[in-house]
């Protein structure tokens, strides 16, 4: 007879990126059926780059977003591929690729390419499909006998397919909904403003005089690419500690300059700090990190987001009164000091795993 743990289990992964595949993975091994639904048109959730952001509105204020990926052109890992990849699945040096121990970022989606094809994930996944929905079909119900229904659209046909599921796997990451300051004049202000979101590449600020908000990570990449481009460069940052590398290229770059934070923007382009210098600026390039965002999820209440956290959550996965049939992996997120030049994007409790029973149903 088979246990209740052991009957299989109509599952829903919703992202077809690290979280989602490993997720993915594990549920099939233990004899679930899985569909993984995946809004772009390949695996690989943030590593999957997009060079083509144009579509995408500048400050993400959208709902559901064009542009998933928030990674730019020159991104490189600040991990070594050592601790990478999954435990039974190295992220090995392969001859004719990015050999070097801290790779770009292709590199990382070659590999979970690699890991997707070799335990034949692909056959599970619907591409092209976003999530719009995903509700309880009877509030009544709780745990284990709840079941969800999950409203996705194919991104091609147009067509909208309902369906229901006993269990449904939040795997949609928490880099790409952009998290943006509250400034005096950021609505009146006419010249233009972006995050970081849709940046890419330095070329497209030649000869501007641009302003970064935000000296951490992306801010301080992003400012150190544009010294050889723009023709001024304003950090702004709630501190003027900054790392010893930053402070090197300051030094040699009279361009590039830090100061403490905004106070109001005007119509008229000037950007004004709160010690009362102000420069007269082209371009504001909003690097103030992401918030969590789920717009197709209704728990009736019982799951939010507030201050930037995600909960209630039981060991960052489970919501105990929607437990187990409603998960969410790759929540934690952990930002690590490091030398500039180098972006970690790190899928806490993801990367280092071989098998987790997190997973089970």
Not at 124 to 136: A, C
Not at 238 to 256: A, C, M
Not at 258 to 276: A, K, N, Q, T, Y
Request: net charge neutral; with cysteine.
């Amino acid at each position: 007879m088979v246990s209740e743990r052991n009957q299989s289990k109509q599952v829903c992964v919703i992202g077809a990126g690290p979280s989602g595949l490993v997720a993915a993975r594990e549920l099939r091994k233990e004899g679930h059926s899985v569909v993984v639904m995946e809004q772009n048109h390949d695996i690989g959730g943030q590593w999957l780059y997009e060079p083509k952001v144009e579509g995408e509105e500048a400050l993400g204020k959208s709902t559901f977003l064009k542009v998933h990926s928030s990674i730019y052109d020159s991104l490189r890992l600040f991990s070594p591929r050592e601790i990478m990849g999954f435990s039974d699945f190295p992220f090995v040096v392969k001859k004719g690729r990015d050999m070097r121990r801290f790779p770009g970022h292709r590199e990382l989606l070659l590999y979970l390419q690699d890991f997707c094809e070799w335990f034949g994930l692909r056959e599970m996944i619907r591409f092209k499909t976003r999530v719009e929905y995903v509700g309880m079909l009877d509030s009544d119900q709780v745990g284990r006998d709840l079941k969800w229904v999950v409203k996705s659209r194919d991104m091609e046909s147009e067509k909208v397919v309902e369906e229901v599921f006993d269990a449904v796997v939040v795997a949609t990451g928490h880099y790409s909904k952009p998290r943006l300051p509250s400034i005096k004049g950021m609505d009146i202000w006419k010249r233009k403003q972006m995050h970081s979101h849709i940046y890419r590449d330095p070329e497209p600020f030649r000869k501007e005089v641009v302003v970064v908000v935000g000296n951490s990570l992306s801010g301080q990449d992003i400012s150190m690419e544009l010294v050889d481009v723009a023709k001024e460069i304003h950090l702004s940052a709630k501190s003027l500690e900054i790392s010893e590398g930053l402070s090197k290229v300051i030094s040699k770059h009279d361009s590039l300059h830090l100061h403490l934070e905004i106070e109001s923007l005007h119509e008229d382009g000037r950007v004004v700090f709160v010690d009362g210098s102000w420069v007269m600026a082209d371009t504001i390039i909003y690097c103030t990190g992401y918030s969590y965002a789920f717009p197709f999820l209704d728990t009736k209440g019982i799951v939010g987001v507030d201050d930037d956290r995600v909960g209630p959550l039981y060991e960052h996965t489970f919501p105990p009164s929607l437990a187990p049939s409603l998960s969410f992996v790759g929540i934690p997120r952990k930002v690590k000091k490091r030398n500039p030049h180098y972006l970690f994007l790190e899928y806490s409790l993801l990367m280092n795993i071989k098998k987790c029973n997190v997973y089970y149903i």
